[in-house]
C-alpha cells in the first residue's frame, strides 16, 4: 500500500547559461511551504538543465557537412540542424520526409537526437538546445549540492519526452539519475505462488519520468520542476545510463 | 501548478471468473474512506481484468500447430505457450531464443503478446493468462459501472507493464482506457515564445499507466488498483485504440 505524491513547481523565472538549479529548486520548494527530505526525488525538465549548462546553439554559426546536406535534402530539414543531430549521434536508425530517427551518443533512441527548438528564445537567430552533455553528471551534481544545502538524501531525475516506435504520443523517460534505484530487478524471486518470476525488472526511473513530465507539462505550463514523495528511500547511486539495452540485445536496429 | 496524488489499495481477494471489477474497487475504496469522484482515475492491473473475464487458460487443453512446433524449437519454448501467443497475434515481429516479439492483435508490440504465467494459480495443471479480450471495451463498462454506482465521472485505465526495444525494465502502459483524455495533441498551438509547437502529442494513458504501475507493483505486493486524483476532470470519451501508431507510419516493422 502506497500514497504518492506529485508537486509541481510554478513561478521558476527563465533559465540562463550558469543558473544554479539547485538554488533553484529550494527556492522553488521554499515558496510552496516545502523543504526537501530523505526519499524525496526532484524531476527536472531537460530543457532546463540544458539552458543551465549553455547546451543553446545558433543555427547560423553551424556548417553542415555533406552527410548532413544529404539528409536534410532527403527528410526536408535544416542542414544546420541536421548537422547538430549527426554531430550527436552515434547513428542514425531510420529517415523519412520529416523523421530522423537517431541512436544518441547517450544511448536513446529518438527523434532527432533530442535537440529541441521550442520554448527558446531564439536571440539573434534561430537557435536549438541539445541535451546536456552528461546526464548523468549532472544529476550527480544537483544529488550533491541539494545534501549539502539541506543535509537531506533527495534522489534526482532529469527528464526528457521520448517517443516510441509503434505507439503515437511522447510519454517523459529518464536521461539523469542520481541517487535512486532506477531499475528493480526481481528476476530469480519468487511470484505469489512460489513460482520463479522470469523476466520482471521493472524501470523505475523511466516510470516517474513519465508521470512527472506529464505532471509538469511540455509546452507554456512553465513549471519545470516536480517533487515525487512517497517512496521509501533507498540508497542506490543510480544512473540513467543502466537503462541502455545492450547493441548485442537490440533486435530492431 | 498541480498536486497529484497516486494511492494503491490493498486487502483486494485473489479475483476469480465472474468477479465483480467495480464492486470490488469500491469495497476497496471504501475500506480506505475513500468515495469516487469526478476526474478520479481508477487504474486497474491487467491480470485482474483477464482473471476476471476467465482469460486463464490450461495448457494442457492447447495443441499446438506445425508453426507454433517450429517456433518453440527456435525459441527454446514450450510450444503449446506458443500456440496461444500466435492466437493472440497479428504478426511475429522477431524471434530469438527466449524471446518472441509479436504484434498483438490489438496493436500492442511486446514480448509474448502479453502472455503471462506469474502470480496465477495453477489449479488443475500448468495455466497462462491473455490479455482481456477487447480491454476498451472492459473499461468502458467499467466506467458506465462505477457511474450507475456513484454518479460520478470515474475515468477506468487498465494498465500492462510493457518493454520497450531499446530500455531495460518494463514500464506500464494502457492497454485500455475510458472516460478521459488519452492522447493530448498540441500540434498547431503555441509555445511560450510563440513559436509553433511541431510534433507535441503527450500520451496521458501510458504515462498514467507507468508510475500507477510502479505504484501497484509487479509481483508479489498484491495491490492490483490504483486511484490517481488531482487531474482536472475530461468528458473525452478515451480509448487504449487511439495510441495504436498505424502500420503504415512503422518504421521499425
Redesign the interface.
Known sequence: ??????????GVPMVRPGDDLAQLALDAAARRGLRFGDGDILVLAQKIVSKAEGRLVRLDTVEPGAEARELAAATDKDPRLVQLILDESACVM?A?PG?I?V?HRL???G?NAGID??????EGGECALLLPRDPDASAARLHEALRAATGAHVAVLIAD?LN??????????AIGCAGFE???D?RG?????G?E????????A???A??A???MG???E??PLALVR?FAPDHHPGSAA????PLAD???Q
Chains 1, 2 share one sequence.
Open positions: 500500500m502506497l500514497e504518492l505524491s506529485v508537486t509541481t513547481f510554478d531510420r523519412k523523421v530517427i541512436r544511448g536513446h533512441v527523434a527548438q521550442s520554448n527558446i528564445a531564439h519526452s516510441r516506435p509503434w505507439r503515437l504520443g511522447t510519454t517523459g523517460g532506477v531499475l528493480d526481481r524471486l519468487s511470484d505469489l505462488y513460482r518470476l522470469k523476466v520482471t525488472m521493472i524501470n523505475r523511466d516510470s516517474i513519465a508521470f513530465t506529464l505532471a511540455e509546452t507554456t512553465r513549471t512517497g543502466e537503462i541502455m539495452r537490440d533486435l530492431f
